[in-house]
């Protein structure tokens, strides 16, 4: 602010009480990230908007340079001057204020998926959820939305004063220089899969001239103009189709092993926020965050055996990308499965693992007019009739039903009384019982309305057991019915029921011999073949570690020759799949686990003192016992009318039909629950157009949190 010691002149619009007077102007001082330089812009007044700011401050820079990627950051207040008509008052800028003026693309590492760590230009001033966008448009990842950012969990680190159970109490030896990494995305067909080898890692960066740096938060790089990969992006895209065979040491550097529910519900206190910039969220240049897909709802993803080839190749990237986030849930535990399970996932891995080293036959489909022709008759039917139709049921007239004696068992504490008999009926989301066949007629013993319930399986082939367990709720409160069918046919037709039931749809539905043919090949995958003692070994089958294909806990289960005949005693039957049909048919096993699909977060209903496991999916959201896991209660999101946040209290509150729901979240902010909840909802929103365009205005409506959601 300029001082004058005298009478006041023209121009000066202040007088100080020393009698000195002031003109109004103050000086700013700008450091360019990019030049680690500071300069000194003289003149300011508070009405000079963020634009002419900008202009000013490449003029005081003095150097030619392309300075269209830059913009204006507010450290202290952790955000963007991004509006460049708005003036330094609108955002309350004074004297002193320290701003800096750097790139908004920086380069970010990212851990995909498949456990690849690849350095990608990043726009640090855009919402996460736009920078997810560019992210998967550059590596041909469709369906962006459905994918987004987290920062890895810290091992050792306690969530609501408890620890996580996985830290080790030593420090790892620092690694070397990260940038001097070699790009190796080789396969070597002499190991399959090694999970301790060093494998293939980052493409080597070369710093670009003029790249500046000054330290970050944490000792973190702060900003730089940025590199590039020394790499092209076609070699990275192959790599991402087939993945290679051993992630790099660095790429389980942070993970950990969930040991607990706790620890699950740990694991997501790192989604960042997607209607904030990465900036904003104190990530800084060079960072590492891991790319995920977050909801587990995956748009038109082919089946397996489809012969729309076209289809299948313009999704192989993304088809990859989910068969390896599912192979590493499965191995590094975070989602349940039986023995039987675990070997049929190691077999068909093998199937993958096999299939990459060799190329791939593409078997011609129908022609692409044909193949439109077809969808549009098939399209224009649905929507005169209001669902795809199925060419096995012909009389829409008649009302299917399943009809047949099952053993049942109503589980309570401290009980020891066993399954009992029954006659069962399922018709139209109702399951009836009763004492014979003979009493069907008349008054049912009990009738239990399926609609929304929970059905989870119970299997084990080997000991012949076929169990469904239903959780229902009804105004008399939670319903818990265990079933065990005889065999593995009954067991598809009634877990194909009550699969449609949880969604609402009966057997009338078009898609319940699909459900049935997809249980039925999903158990014929786990079936152990007859000459299990001398199982058939392809001849091109390279060295088989067990290690690479289960998990630690059936490591220490069974014996590593054990688990080995088992694998390839699995494999002997997938060995005519394609890599594309053993990837497919991975995800579609992954996808009927009981766990699949399961968010976890550990939460505090409102005026309670007891911790509760909160467990979100796609459609609704579950109560849990936080130790065992065990079914508590269910809320459909269909039954909601509105979500969400008290930042006072840092609560997330929810609206059902017939209550409403409060509570705190501990192991993560109540923000990233709510953003949860509305995402699932956003992406159940997509149409059948392939040519749709989503709208991100109603993405952030839903998951911005200033506002309450409501479902209308």
Not at 7 to 26: I, M, S
Not at 169 to 182: L, P
Not at 198 to 209: E, H, L, M, Y
Not at 472 to 485: A, D, F, K, N
Request: with cysteine; aromatic share 8%; charged share 25%.
């Amino acid at each position: 602010m300029d001082f004058k010691n005298m009478t006041n002149p023209e121009g000066y619009k202040f007088t100080l009480p020393d009698g000195r007077y002031a003109d109004g102007t103050w000086d700013l001082i700008i450091y360019i990230t990019n030049l680690e330089t500071e300069v000194t812009i003289t003149g300011i007044e508070g009405n000079l908007s963020i634009g002419d700011l900008m202009l000013k401050t490449v003029q005081a820079a003095g150097v030619q340079i392309d300075w269209s990627d830059h913009m204006v950051w507010w450290e202290e207040k952790k955000i963007w001057l991004h509006k460049t008509r708005l003036t330094l008052n609108n955002y309350r800028v004074q004297a002193g204020t320290k701003l800096h003026f750097t790139p908004c693309h920086k380069t970010l590492r990212l851990q995909l998926p498949d456990m690849q760590l690849v350095d990608r230009r990043v726009d640090f001033s855009k919402n996460v959820v736009f920078a997810v966008q560019e992210v998967c448009n550059e590596l041909g990842i469709n369906h962006a939305e459905e994918l987004s950012m987290l920062r890895k969990p810290e091992k050792g680190s306690k969530q609501n004063g408890k620890s996580t159970g996985t830290g080790t109490g030593r420090k790892k030896k620092q690694r070397g220089d990260r940038d001097s990494m070699a790009s190796s995305n080789s396969n070597e067909a002499a190991s399959i899969g090694s999970l301790d080898g060093i494998g293939p890692a980052t493409p080597t960066r070369k710093p670009s001239p003029g790249n500046y740096r000054t330290p970050g938060q944490n000792g973190n790089p702060g900003y730089s103009s940025g590199s590039n990969y020394s790499g092209s992006i076609e070699n990275l895209n192959t790599s991402l189709v087939n993945s290679p065979q051993r992630p790099s040491r660095e790429a389980f550097d942070g993970l950990i092993r969930p040991t607990s529910y706790r620890d699950k519900a740990s694991m997501n206190a790192g989604w960042l926020d997607s209607n904030k910039s990465l900036m904003e969220q104190d990530v800084r240049e060079n960072d590492t965050l891991m790319l995920r897909f977050k909801y587990y709802v995956f748009y038109n993803l082919p089946q397996p055996g489809s012969s729309d080839i076209k289809h299948v190749r313009a999704d192989s990237v993304r088809i990859n990308q989910i068969y390896e986030q599912a192979k590493w849930s499965i191995l590094r535990e975070e989602v349940e499965c039986t023995h039987e399970e675990m070997m049929m996932f190691a077999a068909l891995q093998l199937q993958v693992s096999m299939q990459s080293q060799k190329p791939q036959q593409e078997v011609d489909g129908p022609s692409d007019g044909q193949d439109d022709i077809d969808k549009a008759l098939t399209n224009l039917q649905v929507s005169l009739e209001g669902q795809t139709v199925s060419p096995g049921h012909t009389d829409i007239t008649s009302v299917p039903e399943l009809s047949g004696v099952l053993r049942y068992l109503k589980p309570k504490k401290f009980t020891l009384k066993g399954y009992k008999k029954a006659w069962f009926v399922f018709r139209d989301l109702h399951l009836s019982s009763y004492k014979n066949e003979e009493e069907s007629n008349g008054q049912a013993i009990q009738r239990i309305n399926l609609k929304g319930c929970e059905a989870s399986p119970d299997v084990s082939i080997a000991a012949e057991k076929f169990c469904i367990k239903l959780l229902s709720v009804s105004p008399e409160g939670t319903q818990e019915l265990i079933l065990r069918c005889d065999s593995e046919d009954q067991y598809a037709k009634w877990m194909a029921a009550c699969r449609l039931a949880s969604k609402g749809k009966s057997m009338a539905d078009s898609t319940y011999s699909l459900e049935v043919e997809e249980i039925k090949a999903f158990l014929s995958m786990q079936q152990s073949k007859k000459d299990s003692n001398n199982p058939i070994i392809p001849t091109d089958m390279p060295e088989l570690k067990p290690e690479n294909f289960v998990s630690p806990r059936a490591l220490k289960k069974y014996k590593a020759k054990e688990i080995a005949r088992s694998i390839l005693d699995a494999h002997s039957g997938l060995q005519t799949l394609s890599l594309i049909d053993a990837k497919l048919n991975y995800i579609k096993a992954w996808q009927a686990l009981p766990e699949y699909g399961i968010t976890f977060f550990v939460v505090r209903t409102h005026g309670t003192r007891k911790d509760e496991l909160l467990g979100l999916a796609y459609n609704r959201m579950i109560k849990m016992d936080i130790n065992t896991g065990d079914l508590q209660k269910t809320w459909r999101y269909s039954t909601m009318t509105h979500w969400n946040v008290n930042w006072e209290t840092r609560e997330l509150i929810i609206g059902m039909e017939d209550e409403q729901i409060q509570m705190a979240c501990l192991t993560c902010d109540c923000k990233i629950v709510h953003e949860y909840i509305g995402g699932s909802i956003f992406l159940a929103l997509r149409k059948q157009d392939k040519n749709q365009v989503l709208d991100m205005d109603m993405f952030m409506k839903l998951t911005g949190g200033s506002e309450s959601g409501v479902l209308e």
